[in-house]
Every structure is written in C-alpha cells, then in structure tokens.
C-alpha cells in the first residue's frame, strides 16, 4: 500500500535537545511538505522541497530545519532554538509542486519535558 | 495576502440533520484552488475535494456536497443526513497560482454529530 509513514507517533523532547522527526513516502511524489499544527488553529507551513536537495523556508522555519537526500525522506528537526515546540507536526506530499493536491502523513505529537 | 476564515469554530448537530460548514477566502489571483480536508480523531488528514477557480459547478460525492461561489468568496461544505462517523475538524485551504504548492489553512470547523 502506497502512503506517508511518520514516526515516532509521540516524542518527547528535554531542554535544549534536538530531536528529530521522520517522513517517508512510497508515492513517488517530488514534493513534501511540514505543517505545525497548534490547539484551535489552523495548519502553518514550517518547510517545503520541491525535488531532491533542495527545499525553501516556509511561515514559520525559525529554529526547525530539514534535509532532502532522497526523495522518499524529508526529515525536520526541532532545535532547541525553537522555544514552543510542543505542537502536532504533519508531513504531506504531492504529485508535483504546482497545486497539486498534498496527502498527509498520520503526524507526530512532540511534547516538552 | 490570502487568507482563509472558517467562522463557526463548532457545529453540534443531531445525526441525520443536513449542516453546512462555510470558507471564505481572500486572494489577489484569479488562478487558485480550494481544498477542503477532514481530520478525524486520529489525527490525519484526509482530502475531500480540489476545486480550480474557473470551474464554478457545485459537486456533490455521495452525502457531500460543495458550493463554490467567486462572487461572494465562498466555498461551502455540506453534509446530508449527518452521521457518528462525520464527527472530526473540517478544514479549507486555499493554493494560489503564485503561491507555488503553498496551502493556507483556515482554523478548521469541529462537528460534532450525536446519535
């Protein structure tokens, strides 16, 4: 079966650590796509890649950052210069980068110790 | 700037009661299309729907129906003979031609439907 896969479903993060989350997709999509999604609030575009090896800042990259080495993984990593990071974090893909339609992962609840 | 409003933040509805969840979009672009997506419980979300902006014909999938209107910046969702199994937050997004694949979310409608 083809789809997004997001690990670990909970994590956990100390002061000052980074941590990192995973997103694999089997689609064989080119873009992929990081949302923060907070209480009440809609989703907010944290980074986006359109092709491997490269990917551009989205509304709110400060103290995340991401790699794209191969075009089924795009992982992001919470810094510890990110000072709430607790939040849902969904990874999407599309097809193509031009209003193709985004299919999401089942996201990765971070909470703070 | 584009943006996206979702005014009712939540819906009770009684099952088999027809509701109706609005969007109302902002956009400088005449090239743009909406989304609308369900996220269940479970936390994923799911597409419904894409609509371009040239194309105003309402489309209805089985219970659901949407009601696109460019004169009013309107893009309503609704659910016929609501069920249990509807109960999740609805969002709408918005991707402008410009905008690349950037999607604007609003900050979603929950429904809650009671048997």
């Known amino acids: 079966d083809g789809g997004i896969t997001q690990s670990p479903k909970y994590l956990f993060r100390k002061e000052g650590q980074n941590v990192t989350l995973s997103c694999e997709q089997n689609?064989?999509?080119?873009?992929m796509y990081w949302y923060r999604q907070d209480p009440g609030q809609g989703l907010r575009l944290i980074y986006y890649?359109?092709?491997?090896?490269?990917?551009q800042k989205g509304d709110i990259a400060e103290g995340y950052s991401v790699s794209r080495e191969k075009k089924e993984s795009f992982p992001l990593t919470v810094t510890s210069a990110q000072k709430n990071p607790t939040a849902f974090y969904l990874c999407?893909?599309?097809?193509?980068?031009?209003?193709?339609?985004?299919?999401f992962g089942p996201g990765t609840r971070l909470l703070v110790l | 700037a584009q943006k996206v409003t979702q005014a009712q933040t939540e819906i009770s509805v009684v099952e088999k009661e027809d509701v109706t969840l609005d969007c109302v979009y902002e956009t400088r672009d005449t090239t743009y299309y909406l989304f609308w997506y369900k996220q269940p419980p479970s936390g994923e979300l799911v597409f419904l729907i894409r609509?371009?902006?040239?194309?105003?014909q309402n489309e209805i999938s089985g219970r659901y129906s949407w009601n696109f209107q460019k004169s009013t910046s309107s893009f309503n969702f609704t659910i016929t003979a609501s069920q249990v199994v509807d109960s999740a937050v609805y969002f709408c997004a918005l991707s402008e031609a410009r905008g690349g694949n950037k999607l604007v979310f609003g900050a979603g409608t929950i429904l809650r439907v009671k048997s």
């Open positions: 890649s359109q092709i491997v090896n490269d990917f």
């Open positions: 609509r371009n902006s040239f194309d105003e």
């Open positions: 999407a893909s599309s097809i193509g980068s031009y209003q193709e339609t985004q299919y």
């Open positions: 689609l064989n999509h080119d873009a």
